[in-house]
């Protein structure tokens, strides 16, 4: 199993929209630092290369000011420029960043024998997201054996209100940090099924609290469900939510079944990454 990507990492370097929501903008934010951060977060699994104009116009900058952006990263080895095509890429540099992320290897050093054990238990592909502003990134994932199975990239991002991982992990954040995440939260809808409604979000968010884990029911897409519950640190905060997910037709008659089992692994989880129990 693959572990934490590089571009997931790099995005929890960067703080990738959790300032805005969580923290509110500082008022000693240098634009020039910010907009280095913004070409950093502009390389993803989808877009691992970049070329100035193009970058330029994705970002809304300047092509001059986004040229000495990406002249001055190269020069510090974050970014490497193909000396054929002369697009940008990551640089090596990135890697002793990614190497700096103690907690990150902690949650994927614990999770790598109950994500196998759930796997085992369920044949169902499972994740571990975290929660990044108000989306999820998914950091880890076991993929199932099953012809008929979820396809999911590491590294990809979904919204959180729409998915098992984020609402597990709202559900348990300090009520003060999920009141200032969820205010004037404008919730997108991909299905049917999707809670649009924030009086209905946090509805859900205190039956997930009180049972201990929680849905997507074809709320992302249809025909998919998963159910997921919190993974926690040695402060009992939620850092992280472990899901297992599949096609409804196989995840409805198991519901139960596998919500305890997601439970169970997840609290094994948290133990192993120091969290000392206790009530919800």
């Known amino acids: ?22 923290r509110g903008m500082s008022k000693n934010r240098l ?11 502009s390389f993803s699994a989808k877009n691992p290369t970049w070329g100035v104009s193009e970058l330029a116009s994705h970002l809304s ?3 001059s000011s986004v040229h000495r952006l990406l002249s001055t990263l190269s020069d510090e080895g974050v970014l490497e420029q193909d000396a054929e095509t002369g697009r940008y890429r990551l640089g090596l540099s990135v890697f002793d960043m990614a190497a700096a992320m103690p907690k ?14 759930l796997r085992s238990r369920t044949g169902e592909t499972v994740q571990v997201g975290v929660l990044d502003g108000r989306e999820v990134v998914y950091v880890e994932r076991l993929d199932s054996p099953n012809t008929l199975r979820v396809f999911t990239q590491l ?3 979904a919204g959180a209100h729409r998915t098992s991982s ?24 991909l299905t049917e099924f999707t809670i649009t409604d924030p009086t209905a979000l946090r509805e859900e968010l205190l039956v997930t609290r009180r049972r201990g884990y929680a849905e997507n029911r074809q709320e992302s897409e249809l025909g998919v469900v998963s159910v997921a519950a919190p993974i926690r640190d040695s402060s009992g905060h939620a850092v992280a939510a472990l899901s ?11 519901r139960a079944t596998y919500a305890d089992a997601v439970m169970v692994l997840a609290r094994t989880v948290s133990l192993q990454m120091g969290w000392q129990g206790g009530s919800r």
């Open 1 to 22: 199993m693959s572990g934490v990507t590089l571009v997931a990492q790099l995005s929890r370097i960067a703080g990738h929209g959790s300032s805005a929501y969580a």
């Open 31 to 41: 634009s020039s630092v910010a907009n280095a951060a913004r070409v950093l977060k």
């Open 61 to 63: 900058l300047s092509t």
């Open 104 to 117: 990150q290897r902690t949650l994927h050093e614990a999770v790598l024998v109950s994500m196998t054990e």
């Open 155 to 157: 590294g990809r991002r």
């Open 166 to 189: 984020g609402k597990a992990i709202m559900a348990f954040l300090p009520r003060v940090q999920r009141d200032r995440l969820l205010k004037g939260w404008a919730l997108d809808r």
């Open 244 to 254: 297992l997910a599949g096609p409804s037709e196989r995840m409805d008659v198991n």
